[in-house]
C-alpha cells in the first residue's frame, strides 16, 4: 500500500501485480490540518552561482526540508576524519569527482552519483583532482565529531 498526493487528494492505492486498484479518494482538507501555505519569499537556488569560490573549502546551507538540510560544499582539499553519531550523511556530486574514504574502502562519486553513510561511520572526503562540487543532505541538527587520524 502507498498514498499518492494529486491535485489536492490523498487516494489510497493497492498494488497487486501490475493493477492498480483505488479503494476511496478523500478531500486532504477533511483528513489533514494543512496550514495556509504562502510563496511570495520562495525563491530559485543557482547551484552554479553558489559554487563560484576560491576559498579551500565551502559548505553553505541552501535548503530546508522539513529536519533536513542541504548543503552545497565547494572543496579543493581534504576534509578531516569524522563522523555524525545522530545522522546518516547523503552526498550528490555536481562537478567533479568526490572521494569519500571510509576505515575500509574507498568510493569514488562522478558527476550525478549518490552515496549515503550511515550513522557513526567514520570517513574523510576529499576531491580527486582540483576541485568538486557536491550537495550534502543531513539532519538538520547533525553533530560532527573529529577524529583524530592516527587512530584511522
Not at 546551507?61 to 560544499?73: E, G, I, S, Y
Not at 556530486?93 to 549518490?114: H, R, Y
Not at 570517513?123 to 583524530?148: A, C, Q, W
Amino acid at each position: 500500500m502507498h498514498f499518492d498526493v494529486f491535485c489536492g487528494y490523498i487516494k489510497e492505492v493497492w498494488l497487486s501485480g501490475d493493477e492498480e486498484d483505488t479503494d476511496f479518494t478523500i478531500p486532504i482538507d477533511d483528513e489533514f490540518d494543512i496550514p495556509e501555505i504562502h510563496t511570495e519569499n520562495l525563491k530559485v537556488i543557482d547551484l552554479a552561482e553558489e559554487a563560484t569560490t576560491t576559498e579551500a573549502y565551502k559548505n553553505l546551507p541552501v535548503a530546508l526540508t522539513n529536519d533536513h538540510v542541504v548543503r552545497l560544499a565547494v572543496m579543493t582539499e581534504p576534509y578531516f576524519w569524522h563522523l555524525h553519531p545522530n545522522s546518516d550523511e547523503c552526498f550528490l556530486v555536481i562537478e567533479g569527482v568526490l572521494i569519500i574514504e571510509l576505515e575500509n574502502k574507498t568510493v569514488e562519486l562522478q558527476p550525478n552519483q549518490l552515496y549515503t553513510i550511515p550513522r557513526n561511520v567514520v570517513h574523510r572526503t576529499r576531491p580527486k583532482g582540483e576541485r568538486v562540487v557536491n550537495l550534502t543532505f543531513e539532519s538538520g541538527n547533525t553533530t560532527t565529531v573529529k577524529i583524530d587520524d592516527t587512530n584511522v
